[in-house]
């Protein structure tokens, strides 16, 4: 069974804090990606990446970077945490076609 | 670069009734089109794919139909069950691959009984 886990469901963090999300999958997938999900926005893509420590930038990178030391692993960073980055974060990967999906991180910045 | 637009952006319908779905895109270079259901407190999960070669795919009450000349594409939910309730977002690939997505804003689907 295919899977991608996410270090947590919740977080709470202060604002100014740097941020660190983790993401971990256990198929061999060459490409990772990260998004954030808003009421209303729908899914947007932050950065991905094709290979170890390689990234593209997507469409809202802005605020944020991201680190791929290992090709299980994708870290996103908040190097300073605002409140507008208050979101949920969804990690995903995949080879070709399907792109599979964690469960989510739901990060409130206060 | 490429955008997605999806609508409705709710839609309501009877248990029985069929659902459908619309999205348009921008890059004609967009090679593949899936479907994501999300089910509260999970991941969108894939429902149904098609690629630009290919103008009609069906999977038992679901089918995708793509019109790669008008760049739109659609889903259509028959025989609709209340486990059909979820959001469904649509997406269109933005690299040759077809490996990275631009998603819809998505379509919260409630089917009553």
């Known amino acids: 069974d295919v899977k991608v886990t996410q270090s947590s469901r919740y977080l709470v963090k202060r604002t100014g804090e740097k941020v660190f999300l983790e993401c971990v999958q256990d198929?061999?997938?060459?490409?990772m990606f990260w998004y954030r999900q808003d009421p209303g926005l729908g899914l947007r893509l932050i950065y991905f990446?094709?290979?170890?420590?390689?990234?593209e930038k997507g469409d809202i990178p802005e605020g944020y970077s991201v680190s791929r030391e290992k090709k299980e692993r994708f870290s996103l960073i908040l190097e300073s945490a605002s409140t507008n980055q208050t979101s949920m974060y969804l990690c995903?990967?995949?080879?070709?076609?399907?792109?599979?999906f964690g469960p989510g991180t739901r990060l409130t910045v206060t | 670069g490429e955008n997605v637009e999806q609508h409705p952006s709710t839609l309501s319908v009877q248990e029985g009734d069929s659902a459908v779905i619309k999205c348009t895109y921008s890059?004609?270079?967009?090679?593949?089109f899936p479907w994501y259901k999300q089910e509260l407190g999970k991941g969108p999960q894939l429902i149904i794919d098609?690629?630009?070669?290919?103008g009609e795919k069906k999977d038992q009450r679901i089918a995708v139909t793509l019109n790669k000349t008008a760049k739109h594409f659609s889903l259509h939910i028959t025989e609709t069950q209340p486990e059909d309730s979820a959001v469904y977002f649509c997406?269109?690939?933005?690299?040759?691959?077809?490996?990275?997505?631009?998603f819809g804003k998505g379509t919260t689907l409630s089917v009553s009984s």
């Open positions: 995903a990967s995949n080879r070709v076609g399907e792109q599979y």
């Open positions: 198929m061999d997938h060459e490409n």
């Open positions: 990446s094709y290979d170890v420590k390689m990234k």
């Open positions: 890059d004609s270079a967009s090679n593949y």
């Open positions: 098609i690629r630009s070669n290919v």
């Open positions: 997406a269109a690939s933005i690299n040759q691959a077809g490996t990275a997505l631009i």
